[in-house]
């Protein structure tokens, strides 16, 4: 039997023979956690874009493996490295002790961090930066600034929803969040046009942004600039779509599985409008370079 394990353990890729001590430890750790946001805070509306966001962070750290295989040249930053871990389990203990979902989540940013300059240095940290600062987005952001925020943000998208549907023709008037279209009132809600719905959009922004690595940094800064407009814009278009669909088809209608399905609409949107942009500012990228090779003949 020893031998047979033996054997298999001399089987396994270099990297994962090496990890699988750390990962061991990191499951001991947050599957915990993990277990608790399921049960818990995941279900709550504002945060149910938190299993998505796992997936994704799962997946860019398997995606940049290859920077996790043992180099024996690499320059490991032991002291630097501690202080990060030592940070972050501080923050897993307090937050995991008096339940503080924001100090227990992020704990993971500084524990990563530094495992990774103890055991492979600041250079794969920087390469693995991004799935990193990606833990952010499930990070619940504090009540008080998600009601200080959400509160301007519907106000935005209902006025504008509502004087683009007025140009159009239709008997829509408008009362703080709530919208009056013929004998329907809808309630501009959080879930149409709230916090949490700008950082899922922002998240999928810059997403978008990792996945197509472009070389242009006017492209690559214009774009993540602009990823706060296109998510207004789509909400704007959300909730103009469940504005007209119970104008139509009555309140059941919009209140029901449409209500539901426009939140996909939603990222369909997004998506759409974000690669719309990104083509437009590879077109005006060219131009630009076309423009600058002219003026230096």
């Known amino acids: 039997m020893t031998n047979s394990l033996a054997h298999y353990y001399k089987n396994l890729p270099d990297w994962l023979c090496e990890w699988w001590p750390v990962i061991v430890g990191l499951i001991v750790l947050y599957v915990p956690t993990y277990y608790g946001l399921n049960a818990g805070l995941w279900n709550v509306e504002d945060q149910q874009h938190g299993?998505?966001?796992?997936?994704?962070?799962?997946?860019l750290f398997w995606q940049n493996r290859e920077h996790l295989?043992?180099?024996?040249?690499?320059?490991?930053?032991?002291?630097?490295?501690?202080?990060?871990?030592?940070?972050?389990?501080?923050?897993?203990?307090?937050?995991?002790?008096?339940?503080?979902?924001?100090?227990?989540i992020s704990s993971q940013i500084f524990i990563f961090a530094g495992i990774l300059l103890i055991t492979r240095g600041m250079s794969v940290l920087k390469l693995m930066w991004f799935p990193l600062f990606f833990i952010l987005f499930m990070?619940?952001?504090?009540?008080?600034?998600?009601?200080?925020?959400t509160m301007p943000m519907k106000m935005a998208v209902s006025f504008v929803a509502e004087h683009v549907l007025y140009w159009f023709g239709y008997p829509i008037a408008r009362t703080g969040v709530i919208l009056q279209i013929g004998q329907y009132q809808l309630l501009v809600a959080d879930a149409c046009a709230?916090?949490?719905?700008?950082?899922?959009?922002?998240?999928?922004?810059?997403l978008y942004l990792n996945l197509v690595k472009h070389d242009s940094l006017f492209?690559?800064?214009?774009?993540?600039?602009?990823?706060?407009?296109?998510?207004?814009?789509?909400?704007?278009?959300?909730v103009i779509v469940l504005t007209l669909v119970t104008y139509y088809f009555g309140d059941a209608a919009g209140q029901g599985f449409v209500h539901a399905f426009a939140g996909m609409v939603l990222f369909i949107v997004a998506l759409s409008l974000i690669m719309s942009v990104d083509s437009a500012l590879h077109y005006l990228d060219k131009i630009r370079?076309?423009?600058?090779?002219?003026?230096g003949r």
């Open 51 to 59: 299993p998505i966001v796992l997936m994704v962070i799962l997946f």
């Open 69 to 104: 295989r043992p180099n024996p040249a690499a320059i490991t930053w032991p002291v630097l490295g501690g202080i990060s871990l030592f940070f972050g389990l501080l923050f897993y203990v307090v937050g995991r002790s008096q339940d503080i979902p924001i100090l227990e």
């Open 139 to 149: 990070i619940p952001l504090p009540g008080v600034f998600i009601s200080a925020v």
């Open 194 to 206: 709230g916090m949490h719905t700008l950082i899922s959009l922002e998240a999928l922004g810059l």
């Open 219 to 238: 492209r690559n800064i214009t774009l993540a600039i602009l990823i706060v407009p296109i998510s207004f814009a789509a909400n704007v278009i959300r």
């Open 289 to 295: 370079k076309g423009q600058l090779g002219v003026a």
